[in-house]
């Protein structure tokens, strides 16, 4: 089908240079006109401001804190990221966080007694997959919902948040879950320990997001999602699977909030039914923040993790300049619009 | 032999008479003209050609064999490309990436399938000299001018080895150094051997590059010859009805 061989004889000279068309200039093109490597310019000088201005936001111990908050959010930003990039939202996210969590807790209160103490790690091994079974429902529904029957992503998004928050409550009647059985110690150095003095979470998001990158970038799969967000129409012309990509990305998407909140019943040591609340907004906003469109077809996986530490970063100084905690969700949202306004004057300035 | 053959072809929507008994003909390497106002039948007709909708009555024959396209992509699979008026492209992907998606080639490694764009930009590359377009199969589609994004829509019907391309309205949109582009693009898949269906309001296109032009009025064909044979007022007189038929 791909056979082109009666056109690759020609000659391969004359590819690079037409007299009339010029090449845009190499910061102009790529990476380095991307409002990622703004956003990324800026936090480095945030951080160079903060270091000065308090010693203590380079010690050890406020680097670890930083850098654990951020994770968690990196990457269900990563898994929200892919869903922007088709064109669609995913407000689930936070509450999916919170359901994930609690059933891996539940799960590892329940097994916890029974046979499968007798096996090593596996009481903890069912209860993880439960917890990321349970992402996988949701964003299955989300998918299903979204791409065969074709309602709004934002509705139906919001219409889960709803649901999986209730269901989180009903489940627990309010109270916190903690986990328990033979291989909490186990759980605890996989979602909460360090690796060569690296909290676990930093390198889960690193690797994610490598993988990520990849996949976006050098699969089909990859070039499909962007396809998606860039022309549905067309993407469906070419014998795309569009129904297929869709459900995959909410499926992934809800994946990556299940993992993070499995991450953060071990940082915290409880499942609590209000776990997560509210963060689906401030991962939208690390991903927008990052250089997502959210009229789809522009996005990536560097941009989604430094969006998700600045706004940790900007958090974080504006706690140790101790600055009413009130304050901080006034400022994560002045940057949204600075971040977007700023992008908005870039190719304004841009087109010709 | 002929590429394409129409039998008596027509379509009936509910009471609604689009397309009454066409018959059509087009060879190897043709390209016809095919005009007619809104309304007089082109779409159905096409629609009809590329699978879109299947005739009420009559026969398609394609490369010397009866067809019944239930889907674009059966048209597809015999080939009979087209390229739509909106081009259909991802602004947001380069053109090697438009050329290929939906058939993107692929290396193995491992368990795991990763895309090759050396081999793709190759091959769009190569697909743009022999269309002697300036495009770059690593440029984005959205810094693109219209005759470029044009190249990027032929190039992908070539590299599916259309035998028959669908033109609906290449030149509607865009400026009159790329329609002559575009014009361009058309003679040099003449050149191929290809065979194109231009449909188009623009009559000095048509005069232009095609050597046949078919009328439509009324869901009707009212005219079918050589281009020159006719004349531009005579097709304005056949599109209006102030000729019956030629």
């Not at chain 1, 991450?263 to 776990?275: F, I, K, T």
Request: charged share 15%; proline share 3%.
């Amino acid at each position: 089908m791909n056979d082109v061989s009666h056109v690759s004889g020609v000659q391969a000279a004359d590819t690079g240079d037409f007299a009339n068309v010029g090449r845009t200039q190499w910061w102009r093109r790529g990476f380095f006109a991307s409002q990622t490597a703004y956003v990324a310019v800026a936090l480095i000088v945030i951080m160079v401001i903060m270091s000065v201005l308090s010693s203590a936001f380079l010690s050890p111990g406020n680097l670890a804190n930083v850098a654990k908050n951020f994770s968690f959010v990196g990457i269900v930003t990563l898994g929200v990221t892919l869903v922007i990039i088709t064109g669609g939202i995913d407000l689930s996210v936070g509450s999916t966080m919170a359901l994930s969590a609690i059933t891996c807790a539940i799960v590892m209160q329940k097994v916890s007694g029974t046979g499968l103490d007798a096996v090593p790690l596996a009481g903890m091994i069912v209860s993880i997959l439960c917890g990321l079974g349970v992402a996988l429902l949701i964003g299955l529904s989300n998918g299903l919902l979204i791409a065969k029957v074709g309602l709004s992503p934002f509705v139906t998004t919001l219409g889960m948040l709803s649901i999986v928050r209730g269901l989180a409550y009903a489940v627990t009647e309010g109270r916190g879950q903690a986990p328990t059985g033979p291989d909490v110690n186990t759980f605890y150095e996989l979602t909460d320990g360090n690796l060569a003095g690296v909290p676990v979470a930093v390198i889960y998001l690193l690797v994610l997001a490598a993988i990520l990158s990849l996949v976006l970038h050098h699969t089909a799969f990859g070039r499909h999602v962007f396809a998606l967000g860039g022309n549905e129409k067309a993407a469906a012309l070419t014998g795309i699977s569009v129904d297929r990509v869709k459900i995959a990305v909410y499926v992934l998407s809800s994946l990556s909030a299940g993992f993070a909140g499995i991450l953060m019943v071990g940082w915290l040591g409880s499942a609590p039914a209000n776990l997560a609340t509210g963060y689906e907004l401030t991962i939208i906003a690390a991903a927008v923040i990052g250089g997502a469109n959210l009229t789809g077809g522009v996005g990536g996986p560097a941009g989604a993790v430094i969006g998700a530490l600045l706004i940790e970063v900007i958090r974080n100084g504006l706690v140790l300049a101790g600055i009413n905690a009130y304050w901080q969700i006034v400022l994560v949202g002045g940057i949204i619009i600075l971040a977007v306004l700023v992008d908005r004057l870039r190719t304004l300035r841009m087109t010709p | 032999m002929s590429l394409l053959v129409l039998e008596d072809v027509g379509k009936e929507f509910g009471a609604i008479r689009a397309l009454s008994n066409v018959s059509l003909t087009i060879q190897p390497g043709e390209v016809v003209g095919l005009m007619g106002d809104n309304g007089a039948g082109k779409s159905t007709l096409v629609k009809i050609i590329a699978g879109n909708f299947k005739p009420s009555h009559g026969r398609v024959h394609f490369d010397g064999r009866e067809v019944h396209f239930s889907k674009p992509v059966d048209a597809r699979e015999v080939g009979i490309e087209v390229v739509y008026q909106d081009l259909a492209l991802a602004d947001n992907l380069t053109a090697a990436a438009n050329v290929f998606l939906g058939r993107e080639l692929k290396r193995r490694i491992g368990p795991f399938s990763f895309l090759d764009h050396a081999a793709m930009n190759q091959r769009t590359a190569a697909l743009f000299r022999e269309l002697k377009s300036e495009t770059r199969p690593d440029d984005v589609v959205r810094a693109m001018s219209g005759g470029q994004r044009q190249a990027v829509a032929i190039a992908r019907t070539r590299l599916a080895r259309a035998k028959l391309i669908l033109m609906d309205e290449p030149t509607a949109a865009i400026s009159v150094r790329q329609v002559a582009e575009v014009l361009d693009l058309i003679r040099r898949l003449k050149d191929a051997g290809i065979a194109v269906i231009l449909i188009s309001h623009r009559m000095p296109d048509v005069f232009s590059v095609c050597e046949r032009v078919v009328v439509m009025r009324r869901g009707s064909k009212v005219a079918d010859k050589p281009i020159g044979q006719s004349s531009p007022e005579e097709v304005t007189a056949l599109i209006t009805g102030a000729k019956e038929a030629a």
